[in-house]
């Protein structure tokens, strides 16, 4: 994702490179981790592992940036920005959602994953951490006198009411997710042996880079929805 503090997050350059990085995230997602994975790496559903999430992510993820600039537009460009966040977090969200079964299937065949595995089941709290603070964030930036808005007055309203809801819908199943993630870690860190613990993980990519999924995706959700009831209790 850009560093959108490099700009005004209303520059024109922050919104082109938003819409090039939409552009090269789903050409990649529909070619390239998709239709070539599926043609050269045939896997059975019980191989899957939370990973397969990230095929997704960076499309989904344009949705969730879109939400961070959508605010600093000109309100003559928001609406288009807008309309692209919602429908590239509704893409991530639900492709998300079909790789779930798979990897409930392999936790409920194979068992717990290994002990250095184990912190990259956070990854799966994501697609709804991310989706909740994407929707949010849109509905807020929502212009009140243009274009479509300005023809239905009573839409942004009602736009940061549903996505609100829509966030409250989601939390629960999202921190259940968390939950399952953080039991089947913590249960695996050391072990007694010998008279003494031994620490089971050891250094991998996985451990080191998913654990820091849970802290963003949960405080994401949680600041998104604390800010749209302050927002909407005035």
Not at 67 to 83: C, D, F, K, T, Y
Not at 89 to 108: D, E, I, S, T
Not at 110 to 130: D, E, K
Not at 153 to 165: C, G, N, Q, Y
Request: glycine share 8%.
């Amino acid at each position: 994702i850009v560093d959108v503090q490099v700009f005004d997050r209303g520059d024109d350059l922050v919104r082109v490179h938003v819409g090039q990085q939409a552009f090269a995230h789903f050409l990649a997602d529909v070619d390239q981790h998709f239709a070539v994975v599926f043609r050269h790496t045939p896997v059975t559903a019980l191989d899957m592992n939370p990973a397969w999430l990230l095929l997704v992510y960076g499309t989904m993820l344009t949705g969730t940036l879109a939400a961070i600039i959508a605010e600093g537009q000109p309100e003559e460009h928001r609406l288009p920005v807008i309309v692209a966040g919602v429908a590239y977090q509704g893409f991530g969200w639900v492709a998300a959602l079909l790789v779930l079964p798979w990897y409930l299937g392999r936790l409920m065949e194979r068992g717990w994953p290994a002990p250095s595995l184990a912190p990259g089941l956070f990854i799966t709290v994501g697609a709804s951490g991310y989706t909740i603070a994407a929707l949010i964030g849109l509905a807020q930036a929502v212009p009140t006198s243009r274009a479509y808005f300005a023809a239905h007055p009573s839409a942004p309203e009602v736009l940061l009411i549903l996505a609100t809801w829509v966030g409250i819908f989601l939390w629960l199943f999202t921190l259940w997710l968390f939950g399952i993630a953080l039991i089947m870690t913590l249960g695996q860190v050391a072990k007694w042996e010998d008279g003494r613990w031994v620490l089971c993980m050891s250094y991998n990519n996985t451990f080191w880079g998913k654990s820091l999924c849970p802290h963003t995706h949960t405080h994401s959700l949680s600041l998104s929805l604390f800010s749209a009831f302050f927002h909407l209790s005035g």
